[in-house]
C-alpha cells in the first residue's frame, strides 16, 4: 500500500489549490443542516412541521440532506466499525486483490483506484462494498438456471458479499450499523412521501417502499487515505479549492443514502481530533453556492439520490457533493455510506402529468462541477433501475 499512498499524498496536495479554482476568502461556508428527531420520524402521519423541514432539506433550494439525532444505538454501532476502516485499508495488496470482484464493476468487496473523475482514477479514498441486509440475495424461487442468469447480468446488485478472514469482526460490525441505517432511512422516505403527496404530483413511487422492499441496498465503507503533508494553508484559511477541478463530486444515483457521522482516525488506530476546518463533506446548491456539511454528533445523516429526483417528479433534488481531505499529515477519515435503492427490475417511472422536461430541470449540468455526468444525459422514461444503474457505473468506472 505504500506506493498508492505516495500516489495518494500527491493528489492530495495538488487538490489543496488545483489551477482555476474559485477563491474564497477565508472559511468555507457551513452549512444550515436541518435537523429531525428520531422519535418525530416515527409517528405514523408526519406532521406539516416535519414536511416543511423535508422540502427545506430535499426541495430544488435545499443541499440534498439533513440530519437525524437520537437513533437507538447508532453511535455503539458506528464506533464499533469506522475504526476497522484502517486496518482494512492497511491489508496486504494481494489479501485486498482477493476482495475485488471486476465483473460487479467494483461493487462488491475492495475497490482502490477504480473510480474515474476527470479522467483520472480516484486515488485519495478505498472503498469497501458489502449489501447490509442479505450476504447473498435468495433467489432459489426463479430456478437454477434463471438465478445464475440473473446474477451475472446484475452482478453489480447480486455479487455476494466479500469478507475479510484477517478482520472477523468486520462483517457483523458492517451488518449492524447498516441494517440500523436502512430501518431509519425507511422513516426518513415515509416522511419523503408525504412532501410529494403534499406537492400535488401525481400518483408516484413510494420512498419508504422502496428503502423497505428491496433486498439490494449497498453499504460504502470509505477510508480516505491520510496526507503524508499538510496543506499550506490547511491550519488558517480556506482558499475554496473544492471547485469544478477538485476530484470527486458527484451525485448518488440511488434513492437514498444515509450516511454515519465520519471519524477521523490516526496512525495507530486510534480516533482523532481534526481542527483542519475545511475538511469534510461538500455540498453544491442550485445557484452554485458550495457548502461544508457537517453533522453534528451523534447524528445520521441521509442525501436524496436521483433515482428519488426522477420518481418524485423533481419535488425532491439530487445534490452534487464531495470529501476534501483533513490537512493533518497521518489522520485518515473512515465513513459508511448505504445506498438504498430499487431492485435491478424496479421501473423509474414519472409521476402522472410529469414530463421528462420537468425533471430535468436544474439537472442538465449547468451547476454540476466538471466532470459530474448529468442526470438528463443518462435517464431516458422508460427505464429500469438496473439500466439506469449501469449507464452510470460506466460512466465512473469506464
Given at each position: 500500500?505504500?506506493?498508492?499512498?505516495?500516489?495518494?499524498?500527491?493528489?492530495?496536495r495538488a487538490l489543496s489549490r488545483p489551477a482555476g479554482a474559485r477563491a474564497f476568502a477565508s472559511a468555507p461556508v457551513e452549512a444550515d443542516v436541518v435537523m429531525i428527531d428520531y422519535a418525530e420520524?416515527?409517528?405514523?402521519?408526519?406532521?406539516?412541521?416535519?414536511?416543511?423541514r423535508i422540502q427545506r432539506a430535499y426541495g430544488p433550494n435545499g443541499l440534498g440532506?439533513?440530519?437525524?439525532?437520537?437513533?437507538?444505538?447508532?453511535?455503539?454501532?458506528?464506533?464499533?466499525?469506522?475504526?476497522?476502516?484502517?486496518?482494512?485499508?492497511?491489508?496486504?495488496?494481494?489479501?485486498?486483490?482477493?476482495?475485488?470482484?471486476?465483473?460487479?464493476?467494483?461493487?462488491v468487496g475492495w475497490s482502490h483506484g477504480k473510480e474515474v473523475f476527470q479522467g483520472k482514477p480516484d486515488l485519495a479514498k478505498g472503498s469497501f462494498y458489502a449489501n447490509p441486509l442479505h450476504n447473498e440475495v435468495d433467489l432459489s424461487a426463479l430456478g437454477e438456471e434463471e438465478a445464475a442468469r440473473l446474477r451475472k447480468e446484475y452482478a453489480p446488485f447480486l455479487a455476494a458479499n466479500r469478507w475479510p478472514?484477517?478482520?472477523?469482526?468486520?462483517?457483523?460490525?458492517?451488518?449492524?450499523?447498516?441494517?440500523?441505517?436502512?430501518?431509519?432511512?425507511a422513516l426518513v422516505g415515509?416522511?419523503?412521501?408525504?412532501?410529494?403527496?403534499?406537492?400535488?404530483?401525481?400518483?408516484?413511487?413510494?420512498?419508504?417502499?422502496?428503502?423497505?422492499?428491496?433486498?439490494?441496498?449497498?453499504?460504502?465503507?470509505?477510508?480516505?487515505?491520510?496526507?503524508?503533508?499538510?496543506?499550506?494553508?490547511?491550519?488558517?484559511?480556506?482558499?475554496?479549492?473544492?471547485?469544478?477541478?477538485?476530484?470527486g463530486w458527484h451525485n448518488d444515483h440511488g434513492s437514498l443514502t444515509g450516511?454515519?457521522?465520519?471519524?477521523?482516525?490516526?496512525?495507530?488506530?486510534?480516533?482523532?481530533?481534526?481542527?483542519?476546518p475545511?475538511?469534510?463533506?461538500?455540498?453544491?446548491a442550485r445557484d452554485g453556492t458550495v457548502a461544508r456539511v457537517t453533522l453534528p454528533e451523534g447524528c445520521m445523516g441521509f442525501q436524496i439520490g436521483e433515482t428519488a429526483q426522477v420518481c418524485s417528479g423533481g419535488v425532491l433534488q439530487a445534490t452534487p457533493h464531495a470529501v476534501r481531505a483533513a490537512g493533518a499529515p497521518g489522520i485518515g477519515r473512515a465513513q459508511l455510506a448505504v445506498f438504498m435503492e430499487p431492485e435491478w427490475d424496479g421501473k423509474m417511472e414519472l409521476p402522472s402529468g410529469i414530463s421528462h422536461e420537468d425533471v430535468m430541470r436544474d439537472a442538465k449540468g449547468r451547476v454540476l462541477p466538471k466532470g459530474v455526468p448529468s442526470l438528463a444525459g443518462r435517464f431516458e422514461v422508460g427505464d429500469t433501475f438496473g439500466t439506469f444503474s449501469d449507464k452510470t457505473l460506466k460512466e465512473y468506472y469506464g
Open positions: 500500500m505504500l506506493a498508492a499512498r505516495s500516489v495518494v499524498s500527491a493528489t492530495a420520524l416515527t409517528d405514523p402521519s408526519p406532521p406539516p412541521s416535519l414536511i416543511g440532506i439533513l440530519a437525524v439525532s437520537n437513533v437507538p444505538d447508532y453511535e455503539e454501532r458506528r464506533k464499533a466499525l469506522l475504526p476497522l476502516a484502517r486496518r482494512l485499508a492497511s491489508l496486504p495488496e494481494d489479501e485486498l486483490t482477493k476482495l475485488e470482484d471486476p465483473a460487479s464493476f467494483y461493487s478472514e484477517s478482520i472477523p469482526e468486520l462483517e457483523d460490525a458492517f451488518m449492524q450499523l447498516g441494517s440500523l441505517i436502512v430501518s431509519t432511512g415515509r416522511a419523503c412521501d408525504a412532501l410529494v403527496a403534499a406537492s400535488g404530483v401525481g400518483e408516484t413511487s413510494s420512498l419508504e417502499e422502496v428503502v423497505m422492499q428491496s433486498r439490494v441496498p449497498k453499504g460504502r465503507l470509505l477510508w480516505y487515505f491520510p496526507v503524508e503533508e499538510p496543506a499550506a494553508d490547511s491550519a488558517t484559511a480556506f482558499d475554496g479549492a473544492i471547485d469544478d477541478s477538485w476530484c450516511l454515519c457521522r465520519a471519524m477521523f482516525v490516526d496512525e495507530d488506530g486510534n480516533e482523532a481530533s481534526v481542527t483542519d475545511a475538511a469534510g463533506l461538500y455540498a453544491r
